[in-house]
């Protein structure tokens, strides 16, 4: 099961048995699908934390100590179990990968192994019922309700993790994953401060359980608001946004736009000003030697989803303007006719570009001012106002259109 | 001539004999083409400005009454000469129109008929030669080196100012310019501090000469820094540009790309939050019943002009960007050719509508993972690559084209 491995078997016979019971949705049958020991570490540690929050005070030193282990827990999520290990964004040399490997168990989110198949299941099934934290079953369920209950392997998606079974540090992690969360998770951070300035009571509080609920918090917003908030620069089809607020929350995974559609680019930051710290942190270790093969897809690639994009987005501003009648939609008017509605009539016409301008409404407010509009009455005004007289702006040439009312008849082909 | 009328006739007189003159440029003529009563003004004045910045101190009163004097006489300029006259964007009761001819006396810029008339030339003449003050000469010339030539009849564009001719206060500012300037420039805010506050210096040099210099270099500017400084989000055919820079220090008429496209609409700021203060005079004045007749393009004339000038820039991006090669200019393959090359040769091909595609390069980089993209080696993986594995992006679907390398022969045209 999700946050402590090796219950998935159990998760699933529980879930056949539901599926196929004939009988109705009871109570019983609701409480036989909650995760209850997921519930008890989502809904327990905070209680605890918030014990510690009351009756314990926070030294300056455990603060800054449970801020920097924050970052390196919250990191060994982003910047191993999902850039590294979910996507294979990048390589990094052995060390990396066992530090990688043990501050992401100190956020206590599951085994890397058990992590990343629902994650790559996620980015493949993504909205749909077999997405396991599917964003359009609303903010909560994405964010941290889905834990709460067992998942029915009957219903979520399939994944390919051939690789992460081949990887034995990967698995190593897996097999003995409650020790090394419970260790990392609680004991190394209470330790540092207990050992080092003699705060055990803060470093288990504030280092231990509350940077906990806070790094998983932290991290769940990736699944929920990076689906909810901000906007989609590279592809609306899917729920995934972009958001500057949702990046500062995660270490730098709210650009979650472009990480859907560029998902092993080691960057979620495409633009320099962007804030992503894993980026950075994982740029530093290349520049160190530690991690190497960053992939990235190129800006060419990247561009034209954002221009794309943008064309949708003009397109459908285009749909909100009247851009007056297609000229073959128009009705035809002889020359003749012409003369005679503007001699007999009285009519305010004139002809630009073979089009009939009924500008009646038009002559007292036009910008060139009265006396000019008027040396084009009765009269084909094309290249007066193409030039002849004034070589009317774009805007001018767009107002046309309003006043439209008939197509010239081409002589020669009356003929 | 420009900022005292009459002189029209003389400076044509000599303009003509310059361009009949068969003799080299010579200083001679290089003097006789300067306009001395501009130069003068325009470089005599501050100089007294000068003097008194030095000499003469400012008191608080004299600050905020210079202050206050700057804006109307500014807004004589842009709510009265420019918008009002020069481009009939509004209509006004008398008592506005007099008090507008007033202030806009006081900036000293010449009499309201001689400015429209030039103005009328400057936008439909716009960047030309016979643009009196043409952006395309230089951003000092355009400013105000211009005013110090004697204009060239012969070479400086008409425009068509009937109504501004029969407008009785108009001609009446025009006919009586000299002493009506004389008076608003100088002497009333001069009296204003001598009588109000007994500062007959401070307002003299602050409030009449310092206001002075700056209201004319505050509009100069609209000719000037308007066609330089900003971008063109209506029209990019000319040199006129929006910028808040130049609308803060010109009373608002610094969205002069908007200005040129929409010339008789008497806002120059469309969105609310521009900074337009001579706009927000006029719909002041709407509302006290001082001004009626308000003139505006519609919103969709000016979206129309957005959109167009957004295509355009997205059209530039489209072209700086590779597209790979198009379909019809792919070589054939049969599908023969295909197996054999799969089969004998081991090449990584697949077929995915209909193209050939060769990703022996980026089996390793496939986001989904190696063992997916393999299932589609060597076969037609359209199905797989839509939706029966995995649905891909649209940046995945993008990528495709980098990849191609034949387009395979319809079976049923091969027969
Ligand atoms: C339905 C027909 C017409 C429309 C919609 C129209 C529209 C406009 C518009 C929007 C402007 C403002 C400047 C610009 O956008 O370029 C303008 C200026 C002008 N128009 Fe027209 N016009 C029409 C016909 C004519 C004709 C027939 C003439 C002359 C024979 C003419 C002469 C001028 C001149 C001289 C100006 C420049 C003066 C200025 O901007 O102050 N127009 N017109
Ligand atoms: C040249 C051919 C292919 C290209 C360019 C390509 C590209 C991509 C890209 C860019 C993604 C990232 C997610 C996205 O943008 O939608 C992706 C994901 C995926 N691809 Fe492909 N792909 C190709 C062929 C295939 C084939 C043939 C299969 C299966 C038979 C496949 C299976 C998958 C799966 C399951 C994922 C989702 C897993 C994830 O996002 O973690 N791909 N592919
Ligand atoms: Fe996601
Ligand atoms: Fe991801
Ligand atoms: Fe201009
Ligand atoms: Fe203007």
Redesign the pocket.
Known sequence: APLVPDQEKKAESTAESISNGRTSRTVKEFLASINWLHVIILIGIPMIGLYGLINVECSFKTFVWSFIYYHFTGMGITAGYHRLWA?KAYSAVLPVRIILLLFGAGAVEGSCRWWSRDH?AH??YIDTDKDPYSASLGFWHSHFVWLMFKQDPKKIGR?NIDDLNADPWVMWQHKHYIKIATFMGLVFPTLVAGLGWGDWAGGYFYSGVLRLVTVQHSTFLVNSLAHYLGDSPYDDEHSPKDSVITAVLTFGEGYHNFH?????DYRNAYKFYQYDPTKWLITAMYYLGLAYDLKTFSKNEIEKGMIQMHQKHLDAKKESIYWGIKKEDLPSMTLDEFNNLVQKDDRKLMIINKTVLDVESFINDHPGGLAYIKMGLGKDATSMFTGEVYNHSNAAKNLLCQFSIAKILDDKKQQ
Do not use: K, S
């Open positions: 996507h790559r980015h493949r994944a859907h559609e560029f998902p092993n």
